[in-house]
């Protein structure tokens, strides 16, 4: 007994002393407060991974906007409400630029492609992403219109359904990537391609799996779990495929390019992009960067915008008097013998206000993306070291009660004035904010307004028989809010 009890007593001083160390050193060094860490697991069994903003937003109760948690043995610094939040990503400038770690982006993106890049390979990547984008389309007329005729397939898949229970999460999902498919890869997949479908599946399916327990205990224990089975290495071997799926596209443009004709889309532009620039040693313009690149914004620009569509169309089966307004609104202004097209949009501030509150109330992606401290700083009245990792919790500014008057009930009224016109919010930031928020949300913007008015204008959304209510409350909440899976009848109007 003697023998086993020395090391085993050693052991426990040694543990006592770690965290003694870091919660006496903390303060020594003026750190932001927070809960004592545990050896080796740090704060996991404070933070529930099956709902880590919930506990986050606790924690700010008792220790202010500005904390420490640790993730394992990693130290973060959270910051939480709008205030705080607006200070790193809106008036931080190019001070907070730079990703922080997040381990499972990091395994899959290797710090390639515009999502978790940093410095110079972020700037010029994004750079010519925003330009590229814009030049095909994105914000203007022509994707407009393709937005609209991929309404109408996405319509004759509803009337299919002839007002018996349907769950829409595939033809939503197949709707985004479309267009997204469209930008990025010059072409459009039937509903029913079989490959296209379960791509589509894979990043439903990945989204989840991200925020699931198994996900969030990867991003806390990522030396470990990376030996151990689970739903996280499903994640990974569905994102695995989902990359070799742009890989063989890419391949096909490379053998079917004609540099006289010029580009044909996304990726033909940066195919000729690496042209240009195949004597540069350090150029950003490679196979791989151009791989990630297309994957990210596939991956983003499609399941993200999809998940909203499904949650607004939730939101409106559930409140059926906000859906009979939205009704009144498009039979106003829009009637029901032509399409609804952008130019609408100013005339129709409470379709805009749902639309807007919709995205607040499930903040999709709670945590946002971390940042990471490039020299020591102060904030709040702390001392923050370089290269500490910055969470900016996005979820903790769209539920402000400084900014919202009703923060955790559905209100449409947050976005709306006296008069009933719409009014912006600073703390309205789903996509993030500043000058690294997502370069898609004008993309996505578009298709939401267009996508539900579309469905509303010929429909009234109601609940199968037998069914009175739905949850609203996310199913699973981690890196993502993912809503239930519910079915509806889409009615004729």
Same mark, same amino acid.
């Given at each position: 007994?003697?023998?086993?009890?020395?090391p085993?007593?050693?052991l426990a001083?040694?543990?006592?002393?770690?965290?003694?160390?870091?919660?006496?050193?903390?303060? +020594?060094?003026?750190?932001?407060?927070?809960?004592?860490? %545990?050896?080796?697991?740090?704060? %996991?069994?404070?933070?529930?991974?099956?709902?880590? &903003?919930?506990?986050?937003?606790?924690?700010?109760?008792? =220790?202010?906007?500005?904390?420490?948690? =640790?993730?394992?043995?990693d130290?973060?610094?959270?910051?939480?409400?709008y205030?705080?939040?607006?200070k790193?990503?809106?008036?931080?400038?190019?001070?907070?630029?730079?990703?922080?770690?997040?381990?499972? #982006?990091? +395994?899959?993106?290797?710090?390639?492609?515009?999502?978790?890049?940093?410095?110079?390979?972020?700037?010029?990547?994004?750079?010519?992403?925003?330009?590229?984008?814009?030049?095909?389309?994105?914000?203007? +007329?022509?994707?407009?219109e393709?937005?609209?005729?991929?309404?109408?397939? *996405?319509?004759?898949?509803?009337?299919?359904?002839?007002?018996?229970?349907?769950?829409? #999460?595939?033809?939503?999902?197949?709707a985004?990537?479309n267009?997204v498919?469209?930008?990025? *890869?010059?072409?459009?997949?039937?509903y029913?391609?079989?490959? =296209?479908?379960?791509?589509?599946?894979?990043?439903?399916?990945?989204?989840?799996?991200?925020?699931?327990? #198994?996900?969030?205990?990867?991003?806390?224990?990522?030396?470990?779990?990376?030996?151990?089975?689970?739903?996280?290495q499903?994640?990974?071997s569905?994102?695995?495929?989902?990359?070799?799926?742009?890989?063989?596209?890419? +391949?096909?443009h490379?053998?079917?390019?004609?540099?006289?004709?010029?580009?044909?889309?996304?990726?033909d532009?940066?195919?000729?992009?690496?042209e240009?620039?195949?004597?540069n040693?350090?150029?950003?313009?490679?196979?791989?960067? %151009?791989?990630?690149?297309?994957?990210?914004?596939?991956?983003?620009?499609?399941?993200?915008?999809?998940?909203? %569509?499904?949650?607004? *169309?939730m939101?409106?089966?559930?409140?059926?008097?906000?859906?009979?307004?939205?009704?009144?609104?498009?039979?106003?202004?829009?009637?029901?013998?032509?399409?609804?097209?952008?130019?609408?949009?100013l005339k129709?501030?409470?379709?805009e206000?749902?639309?807007?509150?919709?995205?607040?109330?499930?903040?999709?992606?709670?945590l946002?993306?971390?940042?990471?401290?490039?020299?020591?700083?102060?904030l709040?009245?702390?001392?923050?070291?370089?290269?500490?990792?910055?969470?900016?919790? *996005?979820?903790?500014?769209?539920?402000?009660?400084?900014?919202?008057?009703?923060p =955790?009930?559905?209100?449409?009224?947050?976005?709306l004035?006296?008069?009933g016109?719409f009014?912006?919010?600073?703390?309205?930031?789903?996509?993030?904010?500043?000058?690294?928020?997502?370069?898609?949300?004008?993309? &996505?913007?578009?298709?939401?307004?267009?996508?539900?008015?579309?469905?509303?204008?010929?429909?009234?959304?109601?609940?199968?028989?037998?069914?009175?209510?739905?949850?609203?409350?996310p199913e699973?909440?981690?890196?993502?809010?993912?809503?239930?899976?519910?079915?509806?009848?889409?009615?004729?109007?």
């Amino acid at each position: 007994m003697d023998l086993l009890g020395a090391p085993a007593g050693l052991l426990a001083v040694c543990l006592i002393l770690w965290v003694a160390w870091k919660t006496i050193g903390a303060k +020594k060094r003026n750190l932001p407060p927070g809960p004592t860490p %545990l050896p080796l697991v740090g704060n %996991l069994l404070q933070l529930r991974a099956s709902n880590v &903003a919930g506990r986050l937003q606790k924690m700010s109760e008792k =220790y202010g906007p500005v904390f420490t948690v =640790y993730f394992g043995l990693d130290q973060v610094v959270v910051l939480h409400g709008y205030e705080v939040v607006k200070k790193i990503l809106v008036d931080g400038g190019d001070e907070f630029l730079d990703r922080g770690s997040f381990p499972s #982006a990091d +395994k899959t993106n290797r710090g390639l492609g515009i999502l978790m890049a940093s410095g110079e390979r972020w700037l010029q990547i994004r750079r010519f992403s925003l330009t590229t984008l814009r030049n095909f389309g994105m914000g203007k +007329k022509s994707i407009e219109e393709r937005i609209q005729e991929e309404a109408e397939y *996405l319509m004759k898949e509803l009337r299919a359904t002839k007002g018996q229970p349907y769950n829409p #999460a595939m033809v939503l999902s197949c709707a985004t990537a479309n267009v997204v498919g469209h930008i990025l *890869l010059g072409e459009r997949f039937d509903y029913q391609d079989e490959e =296209y479908r379960r791509i589509v599946r894979l990043l439903i399916e990945s989204l989840r799996l991200e925020s699931s327990v #198994a996900g969030q205990l990867y991003n806390i224990f990522p030396r470990i779990m990376d030996y151990l089975p689970g739903p996280h290495q499903t994640f990974f071997s569905n994102l695995s495929d989902v990359q070799a799926f742009v890989g063989r596209k890419i +391949k096909e443009h490379e053998k079917t390019l004609d540099p006289s004709a010029g580009p044909r889309d996304f990726v033909d532009a940066f195919l000729l992009k690496m042209e240009q620039e195949k004597n540069n040693p350090k150029t950003e313009f490679t196979t791989d960067n %151009l791989m990630m690149t297309v994957y990210d914004i596939f991956f983003a620009g499609t399941e993200t915008t999809s998940t909203s %569509l499904r949650y607004t *169309l939730m939101i409106l089966l559930e409140h059926p008097e906000m859906q009979a307004k939205v009704h009144e609104e498009i039979d106003r202004v829009i009637g029901r013998e032509r399409p609804p097209s952008m130019k609408d949009r100013l005339k129709m501030p409470y379709t805009e206000a749902i639309l807007h509150e919709a995205q607040r109330f499930l903040a999709l992606i709670p945590l946002g993306f971390t940042r990471v401290v490039k020299k020591d700083m102060e904030l709040n009245g702390f001392t923050i070291p370089k290269g500490a990792t910055l969470y900016p919790i *996005l979820n903790s500014a769209l539920r402000d009660p400084k900014q919202f008057k009703n923060p =955790y009930q559905f209100d449409p009224g947050h976005f709306l004035d006296e008069k009933g016109n719409f009014k912006k919010n600073g703390a309205d930031m789903p996509f993030s904010a500043g000058k690294r928020n997502c370069l898609g949300e004008g993309l &996505a913007r578009m298709q939401l307004f267009l996508y539900i008015t579309t469905i509303l204008q010929s429909f009234h959304l109601k609940h199968p028989p037998g069914v009175t209510k739905i949850n609203l409350t996310p199913e699973v909440s981690g890196f993502g809010n993912i809503p239930h899976q519910v079915d509806f009848c889409f009615s004729p109007r």
